[in-house]
């Protein structure tokens, strides 16, 4: 079964440091990896997804994530982080069935 | 901006009572799906319909709860009886279909429940 570890449960940074938020898969088919941001007490919202290609993707709010198969990691990153980046961050792989499978998040706080 | 719906946004209630959420998805979308998403973890799947039909309900756990989606377009999700351990944030999503690697699905806000 496929399945998505996330090894940071909290990740603080300072405002317009750099961040890398970790996500590491298990899956051995072929890999469609996700990363979403849940603001507070509000929905998922889509960042970005890996389906194929470049294995460098660019989302919204100027996040990127790597996909590195050799790794099995799809990490997040972004070069300066805003306060309004502070809030919880899902990454998530899909399974031959389509179904989404979640990490179980990291909290990105961004201090002044 | 189309935008998944969902009422209440906070539920509090009593174990052993009954309670009821509803999702308006996306307009056109055929596939909506219910997560249930406990504090610290991420979104579980409980449930997921095709239409009208169900497709998937492998985690719900069925003697207490249920799900319908009775003419394909809006949705409910009941709990009866609430047990303590069904505190948790319950999301709705849709998605234009429920195939395809890139079927983005498009969460609502989502209703917090809190059982006593």
């Known amino acids: 079964a496929q399945s998505v570890t996330q090894l940071d449960s909290q990740v603080p940074v300072f405002e317009e440091a750099p961040v890398e938020l970790r996500c590491n898969y298990s899956?051995?088919?072929?890999?469609?990896l996700f990363w979403y941001v849940q603001y507070p007490n509000q929905g998922l919202q889509l960042l970005l997804k890996y389906l194929s290609g470049s294995t460098l993707v660019k989302g919204i709010n100027g996040f990127e994530a790597e996909f590195n198969k050799s790794q099995t990691s799809f990490h997040l990153r972004k070069p300066s982080v805003h306060i309004s980046d502070t809030a919880e961050y899902f990454c998530a792989v899909m399974d031959s069935s389509y179904k989404l499978i979640f990490g179980s998040g990291t909290r990105l706080l961004v201090r002044p | 901006e189309a935008e998944v719906a969902q009422s209440p946004r906070y539920k509090i209630t009593e174990k052993s009572q009954a309670v009821a959420f509803w999702c308006d998805p996306i307009s056109g979308h055929a596939t909506l799906y219910w997560y249930r998403q406990i504090l610290g973890q991420g979104p579980e799947l409980l449930v997921q319909f095709q239409d009208e039909s169900v497709v998937d309900d492998s985690q719900l756990p069925k003697d207490r709860f249920s799900a319908e989606r009775l003419k394909g377009v809006d949705s409910t999700l009941k709990i009866q009886p609430a047990e303590l351990g069904d505190s948790a944030m319950y999301l709705c999503?849709?998605?234009?279909?429920?195939?395809?690697?890139?079927?983005?699905?498009?969460f609502g806000p989502g209703t917090r429940l809190t059982v006593l």
């Open positions: 999503a849709s998605s234009p279909s429920g195939q395809g690697w890139d079927n983005e699905q498009f």
């Open positions: 899956s051995s088919v072929s890999v469609y």
